[in-house]
């Protein structure tokens, strides 16, 4: 099957600037976008996720949209500071309760 | 709790070569998966499995096998290496599977030369 759309591939930001990423899923039946952070050399780990029944959900200087209609979910981050510098990967459902489908990642770079 | 480990860090095959990437678990997760990670492709599913004794074919399978006799254990094989199967490859696990937080092992760089 297709990854979810990524994008940007990459992205370098100042710190204290906003970080956006930003994916696009086909299937209807997803129900569960997730968003994982891999720091170099190490497993990826989930930092947010949201449900299809939320528009918006925030952690701290972390929060995730997803606008149902169009079909998209997007990972801001918010002052950001160079231990956010990291790959950071969008996945969803798809509808299935076993399994994700990865996006192809993001490298977030900030540069102090 | 260890959370995920997998052994070995890292390997150079052969081509030909067989090895089994050990992947375990300490949380009593039903749910476990394999997937290869190459460079600018994400994240792809080998293989996954819903409990002891059941496994599954994810997206690429295709030169692996895998069991799953244990909850806690979830071994995968590589029988006749191929250059192709040079990847860094995560294990994970989760409780009740898709719509929930998988759990990644730190991963296991394989090279086939």
């Known amino acids: 099957g297709e990854n979810v759309e990524q994008h940007p591939s990459t992205l370098s930001v100042q710190e204290g600037d906003s970080a956006v990423i930003k994916c696009t899923y086909s299937d209807s039946a997803s129900n569960y976008f997730p968003w994982y952070k891999q720091e170099l050399g190490k497993g990826p780990q989930l930092i947010i996720d949201?449900?299809?029944?939320?528009g918006e959900k925030k952690d701290q200087r972390i929060a995730v949209t997803l606008n149902k209609t169009a079909k998209h979910f997007s990972l801001h981050i918010t002052e950001t500071q160079p231990e956010d510098s990291a790959v950071y990967f969008c996945a969803d459902d798809r509808g299935s309760n076993y399994k994700l489908t990865f996006g192809k990642g993001t490298l977030l770079t900030v540069n102090p | 709790n260890a959370g995920v480990t997998q052994t070995p860090k890292f390997r150079i095959l052969k081509i030909g070569q067989s090895m089994t990437l050990q992947c375990t678990q300490d949380m009593n997760h039903n749910y476990m998966y394999w997937y290869r990670q190459d460079p600018g492709m994400g994240l792809k599913l080998i293989y996954y499995?819903?409990?002891?004794?059941?496994?599954d074919k994810g997206e690429v399978p295709n030169g692996y096998n895998v069991s799953r006799s244990t909850t806690e254990d979830f071994p995968l094989r590589l029988e006749l290496a191929a250059p192709s199967q040079t990847s860094v490859y995560f294990c994970?696990?989760?409780?009740?599977?898709?719509?929930?937080?998988?759990?990644f092992g730190p991963g296991t760089r394989l090279t086939v030369l």
């Open positions: 994970a696990s989760s409780y009740t599977g898709g719509a929930n937080e998988q759990f």
């Open positions: 949201i449900r299809s029944n939320v």
């Open positions: 499995s819903v409990g002891a004794g059941i496994t």
